[in-house]
C-alpha cells in the first residue's frame, strides 16, 4: 500500500549494524504502522575498530537513505525524523558525516546523546503496562555498542547508568582473541563480569524481582530460547537462557548459525547478547523476564504524530529525574528536608522571574536536579564542598539528563551554596558562552533559594515571590529568628543583581516579640 487518507510520518534509525526506517501515520489517537524497513550497515564495525566512519560506508548510507526518501515521498509523509546512535555518536569524523548527508541527502540527522536514547525506550516500557507496581524492576536497553540499566522502584525511577559496552562492541573490543572460541568466551565473561558486578544500585527495600530486557537482539534472543511472542512481548525464563548458553557455548559462529537459520554475522553477536543477558538476570531474582518488542522509533513517532504525548513524556523524565537525584543524595548523606526546601524554593523563584531569566522548562528540571544535590560536596571534602560537587557530578548519570546537561547541573551545584564566596570559573568547565549564562542564571536562583534555609532547619513557611519593576520581593513566614537567613540572603543578593540587575529583599512576618524575624 502506498497510499493513506492521513498524514503520515516517518522515523529513520542510523544504527551501529542497521538503517531502519518505519512509517505511520494517527488514528483516533493511536499509531498506525504503515512500512517498515532495515538495511544492513557495518557503521559500528568501523567506528569501534577505526574510530570513524569510511568515505565508502558514508556514499552507501547516502544510497540508502536516498531510497528512504523515495518512500517517504510515495507514503506522502508531511514530517520526519532522522536519529542516530552510538555508532555516529563516538566517530571522530561525526561532523564530517553529517555535513555530508546534509549536502547529499539534504537531510538533518539528529545525533541522540546516550541518555536521550535511552529515555525515550524507558518511556516506552513505562507505558507498555510490564512494569510491576508492587516490585523493584530492572529495565535494561541492549544496543549495538551501548547498555543502559535503570532502577525502578515501583513507583519511580531510583538509579540510571550508561556503559559504554553492547554486543558488537564487546565482540570487536575482544575480536583479536577470536581464533580460540573458549579463550574468547572467558575473556567476554571476565570482562563482562568486572564491568556489570560494580554496579552503584541503590540499596532497596526488597530485592529486584523483575527483569526488563529491550534491545535490537530481543526477537534473535527469545526465537532461539524457544519462547513464543505474546502480546507485544516475549516472556523468558532464566534457566531457557542458560540452557541456550550451554548448548552454544563452544560453537563457532557459523555452527551457530546453521543451528538457529540465521547470518554469521548475527550468529557472531548472539554469544555476547547471551552472555550480556545472563549477567543482568544474575543482579536480579528475577524468576520471568520480560522482553518487548520495542524500537526507537515507537516514542518519537508518538511525539511526531501525537504532540500532547511529548509533553507528558518531558513530565515524566522531569519527575523520574529528580528521583533519581534524590537517591543519589542520600548517597551522600545530604539532608533530603533541606534539599527539598531548597528545591521548593528555587522553584518558586524560578517560576516568578520568568521575565528576566526567559529560560523553559528543561532549565527547570536541571536547577531541580541541581537544589536535590545542593550539599553532595560535603561527602568529599567539607573544606571544599563547591569544588568537589563538581568533579562528583559532572561524570555521575541521572535518568534523562544528558552527560553535557550534568556537566551544567555539576557548574550549578558548585556555586549554588549560599555563603560561596565567587562562582566557579566556568571557563574551566570548557562551557561556552550560551551555557555558562545558564549556569549564571540558575547559580544566582539557587544561591538565593539555599539562603533561605541557611540553618538548614526549615524555619520558613509559606514563600511568596514578586517581581516588581527592579526588585524582587520574597516574602515568607516563620515563629523563629532568621538572623542566619537574612545574613546569607543579604550576601547572594548581590549575585543576583549582578546577572538579573534586579535586588531581591526579604520580608518575613513572625510571632516573635516586635514581628521581626
Partial sequence: ??????????????????????????????????????QPLRLGHEVFHDGRISFESIRELSRLLNGFGEIMREYGVSQYQAAATTALREAANRDYVLDQLKIQNDMSVHVLEEEQEKTLIYSEVLASGLVDRDATTLISHIGSGSLGLALHSGSEMVFSQNIPIGPLKLHDLLGELLGDVHVFHQAVEEYLSTIIHRLPLPRMSGEVSNLILTGSEVRLIARACGSEEREGYYLLRPSALNELFGRIHAMQPEKIGE????????????????????????????????????????????????????????????????????????????SLP?????????????????AIHGLGKRARMLLEVSAALIDCGYYVNSNSPAAAAYEILRSTGVYGVTAGEMVLVAAVVSFGHADSPAPYRLTQAGLDRSQQL????LGAILRLASSLDRSQAQKITRLKVKLDRDQLIVAGESAESLCLEKWAFNRNSVYFEDVFGVRPSLRVKTALPGGLA
Avoid at 534539599?339 to 517560576?351: H, M, T
Avoid at 545558564?438 to 542564571?441: E, G, R
Fill in 1 to 38: 500500500m502506498k497510499k493513506n487518507s492521513g498524514s503520515a510520518a516517518a522515523v529513520i534509525d542510523i544504527g551501529s549494524s542497521t538503517l531502519k526506517m518505519c512509517v505511520a501515520q494517527a488514528r483516533k489517537d493511536r499509531i498506525q504502522v504503515l512500512d517498515r524497513l532495515e
Fill in 259 to 334: 543451528l538457529f537459520g540465521i547470518p554469521e554475522e548475527d550468529a557472531e553477536l548472539l554469544y555476547s547478547t547471551l552472555m550480556i543477558y545472563i549477567y543482568l538476570v544474575r543482579l536480579t531474582d528475577a524468576e520471568r523476564i520480560c522482553a518487548p518488542k520495542i524500537e526507537l522509533w515507537d516514542p518519537m513517532l508518538r511525539h511526531l504524530l501525537l504532540p500532547y504525548s511529548r509533553s507528558a513524556y518531558e513530565e515524566q523524565t522531569a519527575g523520574n529525574a529528580l528521583s533519581c537525584a534524590r537517591v543519589l543524595a542520600q548517597r551522600y548523606q545530604c
Fill in 338 to 354: 533541606h534539599a527539598d526546601q531548597v528545591r521548593s524554593f528555587a522553584c518558586e523563584l524560578f517560576d516568578r522571574t520568568r
Fill in 438 to 441: 545558564v549556569v549564571s542564571k
